[in-house]
C-alpha cells in the first residue's frame, strides 16, 4: 500500500508541473484583475478561472503547492475504478458485494452532476434509489438512523453485484406531461416522474416501501460549504417565519459517526450528512460497496446470504477496503474541488437576470453571499467571501417535488437549497447533466417551474415576467 501511494504521490508531482507553475500564478493575475468584481469570484481566493469540460476538476486556485499532491492522490482514488477482492491491486479492491458503480466519477461525471436515465434501456448508473419504510408506533427510528431501512433491500436499492450475487433489482423511471402555461401564452411541458424498482431478486418490497430517486450532485465548492461556521447557518434559520415572509428554512439534525452525536448537517440533496469525510465513507459503503472505519460493514441484508457471504478486501492486518489514508485522500481532494468564476457579469441581461433574482424573492433561500469560517482547519479556504447562492437550509418545495421520504428531522417535501455556484457550467461539464434532486427537470426554465411550497410566489412571479425578462433570468443562472 504504501509503495503505491508513493508512486501516485511522485506521478503526481511530475503532473503538476505545468499547472502549478504556469496556471498558478496565472489565477493568481486574473483574482488580481477582478479584485474589485468579488462577485465574479464565487469561491473567493479559491476560485478558478475556467469554463471547459474540466471547470469542475481543478484544484482551489490558492491551495498551497505542496498540498496539490495530496489533492492529485485523491483524484487519483476517485476516478479510477474499484476492483473485485481478491486481486493483486490491494489499494483498490474489494468492490461489491452489492454496487451502483465502481467509481466516483462514473456517477459525478468530470466532478459534476448526473442524470436520471435517458431510457428503460439505461442503466442508473448516476442516478440511484434510496429506500426505506415509514416509521410506526412499534419501530421507531434510532437518533442514529436517518430512515428505518427497506427490510430486504435496505437503505439503497443497488442495480449491480459481483458474480455470484444477484444485483438487488433494475431502476424504472417512468414520465408523464405537465403543461405549464406562461401569462403571454408560452407552454412548457415538465416531466412529471414515477419510479418503480424491476427484476426484485430478493422478495418485493414492503407494501409502504418509499422510493426516492437521486442524481449525483456537482462536487465543487464543498470544503467552502464545511467553512462556513454553524453559528451562521443556525442565525439564519426561521423555521416558524417569524419574520413573515413566507420562508421557514430550517436545519437538519444528523449523526455523526465521527464524533458519536447528533450534528447540523449541510451535505446531501436533505442536508443528511454532517461532514464531507462521513458524506464521502458513506457514497464508498452504498454506492460502490466499499467499507471503512466509519462504515465497517458491507451494505447486506439478512435476505442477501451470498452477499453477507462474499470475499471483502481486507488486508492481512484486516484494514477496511478504504483505509482512513486513502479516505483522508478522497476527502481532501474534494474538498478542495474549486468554484469557477463568474462569466459575462457585465452583460446588460445578466445584470438585469440578477436584479429580477433578488425582486422574485430567489435570494431568500438561495442567500447569495457568506463569509467563511477564520478557523477552519484548510487555511486557504478560511476567512473567504464566497458566493454559493444557497441557505443550506431545509425548505418546503410543495408536493410536485414531493419524494414523501424522511431524513432524520427532514420531512417528505423538504430538500436542502442547493447551491448555485457553476450551475450555468452544467452541461458544458456533462451535456446529460439534469437539474433537481432527481434529474427530472431537462434546463433551468424546467427547474424553476418545478419549485413550489414556500417558492411558489416566487415561481409564480416568473411566470408573470415577459420571455426578455425570463430569458434574462435565465442569463443570470447561466453566469454563475
Avoid at 126 to 137: G, K, Q
Avoid at 193 to 209: C, D
Avoid at 430 to 437: D, I, Y
Wanted: with cysteine.
Amino acid at each position: 500500500m504504501i509503495k503505491i501511494l508513493s508512486c501516485i504521490r511522485l506521478s503526481a508531482f511530475v503532473l503538476l508541473g505545468v499547472y502549478s507553475i504556469n496556471n498558478y500564478a496565472n489565477d493568481a493575475k486574473n483574482i488580481e484583475q477582478v479584485s474589485q468584481k468579488n462577485s465574479a469570484l464565487s469561491g473567493g481566493g479559491a476560485t478558478v478561472f475556467a469554463a471547459g469540460r474540466n471547470a469542475f476538476s481543478l484544484p482551489s486556485a490558492n491551495i498551497p503547492l505542496l498540498e496539490k499532491l495530496d489533492f492529485n492522490v485523491g483524484n487519483s482514488f476517485f476516478r479510477n475504478p474499484w476492483v473485485i477482492a481478491p486481486a493483486s491491486t490491494d489499494a483498490r479492491d474489494g468492490l461489491g458485494p452489492l454496487f451502483n458503480t465502481n467509481g466516483c466519477q462514473n456517477c459525478h461525471i468530470k466532478d459534476g452532476r448526473g442524470h436520471a436515465p435517458s431510457s428503460h434501456s439505461d442503466n442508473a448508473v448516476s442516478l440511484l434509489v434510496r429506500l426505506s419504510i415509514p416509521e410506526t408506533a412499534t419501530h421507531l427510528r434510532k437518533p442514529h438512523e436517518s430512515v428505518i431501512a427497506e427490510p430486504n433491500y435496505g437503505g439503497q436499492l443497488q442495480d449491480f453485484a459481483i458474480p455470484g450475487v444477484e444485483p438487488e433489482g433494475r431502476v424504472r423511471i417512468d414520465y408523464s406531461d405537465v403543461i405549464m402555461t406562461f401569462v403571454d401564452g408560452e407552454k412548457v411541458t415538465l416531466r412529471k416522474p414515477s419510479i418503480s424498482i424491476t427484476q426484485l431478486a430478493y422478495g418485493e418490497l414492503h407494501p409502504s416501501a418509499q422510493l426516492s430517486a437521486r442524481i449525483a450532485p456537482p462536487m465543487i465548492g464543498l470544503g467552502l460549504l464545511e467553512a462556513i461556521s454553524e453559528k451562521d447557518i443556525r442565525q439564519l434559520a426561521d423555521p416558524d417565519d417569524n419574520d413573515s415572509n413566507g420562508i421557514s428554512g430550517r436545519t437538519n439534525e444528523v449523526w455523526s459517526k465521527e464524533k458519536n452525536q447528533l450534528m447540523l448537517g449541510r451535505f446531501g440533496w436533505k442536508a443528511g450528512e454532517p461532514t464531507v469525510h462521513q458524506q464521502n465513507a458513506g457514497a464508498f459503503n452504498g454506492d460502490i460497496g466499499l467499507t471503512s472505519s466509519l462504515f465497517q460493514k458491507d451494505d447486506c441484508t439478512a435476505a442477501q446470504v451470498a452477499c453477507l457471504k462474499a470475499p471483502n478486501g481486507n488486508n492481512a492486518n484486516n484494514v477496511l477496503e478504504v483505509s482512513d489514508k486513502i479516505l483522508n485522500f478522497v476527502t481532501f481532494y474534494t474538498k478542495n474541488l474549486a468554484v469557477p468564476a463568474r462569466r459575462n457579469i457585465d452583460k446588460s441581461s445578466v445584470r438585469v437576470g440578477e436584479g429580477l433574482f433578488t425582486e422574485l424573492g430567489c435570494v431568500d433561500c438561495h442567500r447569495p453571499k457568506w463569509k467563511t469560517s477564520p478557523n477552519y482547519s484548510m487555511s486557504w479556504l478560511a476567512n473567504q467571501t464566497i458566493y454559493p447562492y444557497t441557505d443550506l437550509l431545509l425548505h418546503d418545495m410543495g408536493e410536485g417535488l414531493a419524494d414523501n421520504r424522511p431524513e432524520f428531522l427532514a420531512n417528505g417535501r423538504e430538500w436542502r437549497t442547493p447551491p448555485l455556484w457553476g450551475i450555468g457550467l452544467s452541461k458544458v461539464v456533462s451535456k446529460e447533466a439534469g437539474f433537481l434532486h432527481d434529474g427530472r427537470a431537462r434546463n433551468l426554465t424546467e427547474a424553476i417551474l418545478w419549485h413550489g411550497g414556500e417558492a411558489s410566489a416566487s415561481q409564480q412571479a416568473f411566470m408573470m415576467l415577459s420571455k426578455n425578462n425570463r430569458n434574462a433570468v435565465i442569463d443570470f443562472l447561466n453566469s454563475l
